[in-house]
């Protein structure tokens, strides 16, 4: 009698754990229970995976921002919300120049400033009189979202649209619930009026002061709206879906986890909480975001990816005072190995000027970006290699290597040797983990053979959805990939090696 008992307790033990164990893998929120060891947390942290959404804007990669509005034309960053909007008038605007423009710079998606701080809406909204229809542009007959986001189509980008909180123009700023829904009918209107938007774009900046008007913004209901009326979508920063890297250099940490302890303030955790309800919005600005150590402490872990923002210009809105200032294609080549390169997506800002162009600096200078991108990473000299799995005599071939799972599975550390085609000459190396099932390297390395022993020449920490590592130029027929820590099995989605080419 004891032993069934016993059985049966053993057997009921395990189904929970089972069960326990399909509730809270395989998605991008898990409680930390007081109960969890340290390695049921890391165990736990090494399976949290994004949202088909949060994949889906990942690996879009390189993005861009357009911040145009009343301060074009008042040569300002932050409107006060008393401008005239009859100075508004880009006489020569054409949506389709900056689509191309960008679609030919290689980015997937653009993001238009619909509002800023200043209150002035691109859209003739219903809700205000402080927007395009009481300019002189088309004589108030002109909806700059509406050009923008049918030339991105035209052009193949997916759409974005950044519409800011913080209102200066509004007297019901201030008023809580009475402005809330005020914002919420803007989001309406731009949620349902021009087709699919696949990024919102909350900032946080709200520069009233202390004495200022303080409104409480209902981010629970505004999330509510987005997801109803457009569920593909992603929102940026005041949101549990995409986290602002934290500066506007358009740099990634050298070690960049997109799963990371989530606050939640005052919330009892409950697994059934959707995350909308329980994040709690604020900024994540620390060096050390996600290592072990804050995962021990946390009460639950959320797969929260970074976007890197920067902009081509000093300012982010157009100033002609600017022209001499745009960054170099070198500069903006160092951003996106320092952003793309350390999983994040970068969001690269460039201005619309007064007429309503993007200008031809800002325009030759991603193009040129684009095409050292381009040829640098058209040939993957690793392609053709033999794969050699620790010390293991067996190779097997590049191509098959990456749908053989099975060859990292039960391994937390793990040499792969690369047996090149020939003796070959490179300084940039690709990694990519299949982040669909989760991020896990934690620490790694690289040597070539010189012939007579194996020599370090690069190193790196977190890999996620792309790591990009630049060295000077190593020519072997051998290379080795250390993997010398991770949270569980590492699945590589790629490895490649690449020469820079200018
Ligand atoms: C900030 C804003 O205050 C800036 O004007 C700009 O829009 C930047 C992208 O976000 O918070």
């Not at 983990?433 to 991020?439: A, S």
């Amino acid at each position: 009698m004891k032993t069934r008992i016993l059985t049966a307790s053993l057997f009921l033990l395990t189904y929970t754990i089972v069960i326990l164990g399909q509730q809270t893998v395989n998605k991008n929120f898990i409680p930390v229970l007081p109960t969890d060891t340290k390695n049921e947390i890391i165990s736990k942290a090494a399976n949290i995976i994004p949202t088909q959404q949060q994949y889906d804007w990942q690996k879009m990669e390189y993005i861009a921002f357009l911040h145009f509005g009343i301060n074009t034309f008042t040569n300002r960053e932050w409107g006060e919300g008393n401008e005239d909007p009859k100075i508004f008038n880009p006489e020569k605007l054409d949506a389709e120049q900056w689509a191309k423009a960008l679609k030919d710079a290689g980015m997937k998606m653009a993001i238009l400033t619909a509002k800023h701080h200043d209150g002035f809406c691109l859209w003739p909204s219903k809700y205000t009189e402080h927007s395009v229809k009481n300019s002189t542009w088309k004589n108030g007959k002109g909806d700059v979202v509406g050009e923008f986001t049918d030339a991105c189509r035209k052009y193949g980008l997916k759409v974005g649209l950044y519409l800011s909180p913080w209102d200066r123009n509004n007297p019901l700023y201030g008023d809580s619930p009475k402005y809330n829904e005020f914002y919420l009918n803007q989001l309406r209107e731009l949620l349902t009026n021009y087709g699919e938007i696949s990024e919102v774009w909350f900032d946080g900046a709200c520069g009233e002061g202390p004495n200022g008007k303080k409104q409480i913004y209902d981010w629970q209901s505004y999330y509510k709206l987005i997801r109803e009326l457009q569920p593909k979508a992603v929102i940026f920063g005041m949101s549990p879906d995409l986290r602002w890297v934290g500066t506007e250099t358009g740099y990634g940490r050298e070690t960049e986890w997109s799963v990371i302890p989530i606050d939640l303030g005052n919330v009892n955790i409950d697994n059934q909480y959707p995350l909308d309800e329980i994040y709690s919005p604020h900024d994540y600005v620390d060096n050390d975001l996600g290592s072990r150590e804050k995962l021990y402490e946390s009460k639950g872990m959320f797969w929260y990816p970074a976007e890197a923002d920067v902009s081509i210009r000093p300012g982010w809105f157009y100033h002609k005072s600017q022209d001499d200032s745009v960054k170099s294609v070198e500069k903006l080549l160092d951003i996106y190995f320092s952003s793309v390169g350390r999983n994040c997506v970068l969001l690269l800002n460039i201005p619309p000027d007064q007429n309503g162009l993007l200008c031809q600096k800002d325009v030759d200078t991603i193009k040129a970006l684009k095409n050292i991108i381009d040829k640098t990473f058209n040939r993957n000299l690793a392609e053709g290699s033999k794969v050699v799995v620790d010390e293991d005599k067996s190779e097997i071939s590049y191509e098959s290597f990456f749908q053989k799972r099975e060859l990292l599975t039960g391994r937390e550390d793990i040499t792969l040797n690369f047996v090149l085609t020939a003796e070959i000459s490179f300084d940039v190396v690709m990694l990519q983990e299949d982040i669909m099932t989760g991020q896990r390297i934690e620490k790694f390395h690289l040597d070539y053979w010189n012939g007579e022993e194996w020599i370090k020449f690069t190193e790196g920490t977190t890999v996620g959805y792309k790591q990009l590592l630049r060295f000077s130029p190593v020519e072997t027929n051998k290379v080795r990939l250390v993997i010398e820590q991770s949270r569980a099995n590492p699945l590589l989605a790629n490895f490649g090696l690449f020469k820079l080419n200018k």
